[in-house]
Nanobody, 120 residues
Framework: QVQLVESGGDLVQPGGSLRLSCAAS????????MGWYRQAPGKQRDLVATITGAGTTNCADSVKGRFTISRDNAKNTVYLQMNSLKPEDTAVYYCNADITSPIGFRRSYWGQGTQVTVSS
């Protein structure tokens, strides 16, 4: 059973920082693109940032210069360093990963979500 387990969400003041982590566990052959998405109350789930196994990144314009995505392939873990946080960054943050099974079947997995609240 493949799982994505997220951690790091918290309540933080505007201008503060947080680091989210997401680790893939279970039996699988490999992990492809990993990413973070977020969903604010009453809104759709939006892309925050993605990173390939080779380290190529992509991020939303709204977080460029403030958020950095990285990964540790040996640990099958993706990180999201969030700096200069704003109240509009408040959302549930979800980890996503394309994972290939031992028999070569690839599918997308989601984590359970971690709450980030930016408020004074």
């Amino acid at each position: 059973q493949v799982q994505l387990v997220e951690s790091g969400g918290d309540l933080v003041q505007p201008g503060g920082s947080l680091r989210l982590s997401c680790a893939a566990s279970g039996r699988f052959f490999g992990v492809g693109i990993m990413g973070w998405y977020r969903q604010a109350p009453g809104k759709q789930r939006d892309l925050v940032a993605t990173i390939t196994g080779a380290g190529t990144t992509n991020c939303a314009d709204s977080v460029k210069g403030r958020f950095t995505i990285s990964r540790d392939n040996a640990k099958n873990t993706v990180y999201l360093q969030m700096n200069s946080l704003k109240p509009e960054d408040t959302a549930v943050y979800y980890c996503n990963a394309d994972i290939t099974s031992p028999i070569g079947f690839r599918r997308s997995y989601w984590g359970q979500g971690t709450q980030v609240t930016v408020s004074s």
